[in-house]
């Protein structure tokens, strides 16, 4: 297993604390904070999220950022031609030079309007494409297509958001992994990772819902909205718009949404700086790795700052 260096974080941010032009002032924060890279993604049809040009949001961060590296986590390839991906990403490259990564994602749209507004069939069938379609963005990128992307390819490092068979898929390409998923799905990813990859493969990066806060319950809150929403959306069939923990309806829930949401908190990684810090560093060893992606839309905009100053504070110790 690779030796655990000092910890590092970076962070995705879906859109959903707030107007867009926070996303860049979030950007500017964790710039201040020495984070390494701050990500944007890509949602469709999804309320409180309106973050469905990934390449567009990235180029918007960068232009008001200075140092750090800005990218996607991620462009969901599915739902473009790997051409116009192509595209997207020597233009980025060329307006930030040295600047860009790009995390490439093989999910679909969340609901069947969102699928037919994409022009996507059925999921399963549309996700057996992902490798292939993969293999063609690699080519349109180092010029192997009839037809030549413009600006050109300038090294732009290329992730793979990865479970296990992406990570396989990713390895045999020889490109980086940004894992994703509860710790023990991550460890498995890894191993196949390494298995199969070459031996100057990009270091592994994971990606984990953290919130750190002066006590636990104050941490637990950060995190608490987005568990909520994401238990009703199995039953709607729709991922509202995210609320602060206080306005949350507890009492209206099932048990058994109840312990979802305890299921789904129990597979993050909150608590005090001392807990935080334990806990990541036991994470890195299992996995291998030293750089955190730090996940978990949270609509407390100040709990979630305090939470990257505290975090922050983790990375200078080390």
């Given at each position: 297993m690779a030796t655990v260096v000092a910890m590092r974080f970076s962070v995705l941010d879906r859109g959903a604390a707030g107007p867009l032009d926070q996303v860049a002032e979030h950007a500017r924060h964790v710039e201040r904070l020495g984070f390494q890279r701050f990500l944007v993604a890509e949602h469709h049809g999804v309320p409180?999220?309106?973050?469905?040009?990934?390449?567009?949001?990235?180029?918007?961060?960068?232009?008001?950022?200075?140092?750090?590296?800005?990218?996607?986590?991620?462009?969901?390839?599915?739902?473009?031609?790997?051409?116009?991906?192509?595209?997207?990403?020597?233009?980025?490259?060329a307006l930030y030079p040295g600047r860009i990564d790009i995390g490439i994602g093989s999910s679909v749209g969340f609901t069947g309007p969102v699928r037919r507004a994409l022009r996507q069939g059925d999921p399963a069938e549309v996700k057996q494409r992902f490798e292939a379609e993969l293999a063609t963005l690699l080519r349109y990128l180092r010029g192997e297509e009839a037809v030549t992307v413009r600006p050109e390819y300038a090294g732009t490092p290329i992730y793979v958001l990865a479970g296990f068979r992406s990570a396989m898929v990713a390895a045999k390409m020889g490109l980086g992994v940004i894992l994703g998923g509860p710790v023990a799905t991550q460890e498995a990813a890894a191993r196949v990772y390494r298995e199969h990859a070459l031996a100057d493969a990009p270091p592994i990066i994971s990606s984990l819902n953290i919130a750190v806060a002066d006590t636990s319950a104050a941490a637990r809150e950060l995190l608490l909205p987005e568990a909520y929403a994401k238990v009703l959306a199995q039953s709607t069939g729709e991922f509202a718009a995210l609320r602060p923990a206080g306005e949350l309806d507890m009492e209206a829930l099932t048990g058994q949404q109840r312990r979802r949401i305890e299921e789904a908190l129990a597979h993050d990684v909150w608590g005090t700086v001392r807990e935080v810090g334990e806990e990541l560093r036991g994470v890195g060893k299992r996995l291998g790795v030293s750089e955190f992606v730090v996940t978990g839309d949270m609509p407390d905009v100040g709990g979630r700052a305090r939470s990257e100053e505290l975090l922050a504070s983790l990375q200078a110790e080390n």
């Amino acid at each position: 297993m690779a030796t655990v260096v000092a910890m590092r974080f970076s962070v995705l941010d879906r859109g959903a604390a707030g107007p867009l032009d926070q996303v860049a002032e979030h950007a500017r924060h964790v710039e201040r904070l020495g984070f390494q890279r701050f990500l944007v993604a890509e949602h469709h049809g999804v309320p409180g999220i309106p973050a469905g040009q990934p390449g567009m949001l990235a180029a918007h961060v960068a232009a008001r950022t200075q140092r750090i590296r800005v990218g996607t986590a991620g462009v969901m390839l599915l739902n473009h031609p790997p051409f116009l991906v192509a595209e997207q990403i020597n233009l980025l490259e060329a307006l930030y030079p040295g600047r860009i990564d790009i995390g490439i994602g093989s999910s679909v749209g969340f609901t069947g309007p969102v699928r037919r507004a994409l022009r996507q069939g059925d999921p399963a069938e549309v996700k057996q494409r992902f490798e292939a379609e993969l293999a063609t963005l690699l080519r349109y990128l180092r010029g192997e297509e009839a037809v030549t992307v413009r600006p050109e390819y300038a090294g732009t490092p290329i992730y793979v958001l990865a479970g296990f068979r992406s990570a396989m898929v990713a390895a045999k390409m020889g490109l980086g992994v940004i894992l994703g998923g509860p710790v023990a799905t991550q460890e498995a990813a890894a191993r196949v990772y390494r298995e199969h990859a070459l031996a100057d493969a990009p270091p592994i990066i994971s990606s984990l819902n953290i919130a750190v806060a002066d006590t636990s319950a104050a941490a637990r809150e950060l995190l608490l909205p987005e568990a909520y929403a994401k238990v009703l959306a199995q039953s709607t069939g729709e991922f509202a718009a995210l609320r602060p923990a206080g306005e949350l309806d507890m009492e209206a829930l099932t048990g058994q949404q109840r312990r979802r949401i305890e299921e789904a908190l129990a597979h993050d990684v909150w608590g005090t700086v001392r807990e935080v810090g334990e806990e990541l560093r036991g994470v890195g060893k299992r996995l291998g790795v030293s750089e955190f992606v730090v996940t978990g839309d949270m609509p407390d905009v100040g709990g979630r700052a305090r939470s990257e100053e505290l975090l922050a504070s983790l990375q200078a110790e080390n």
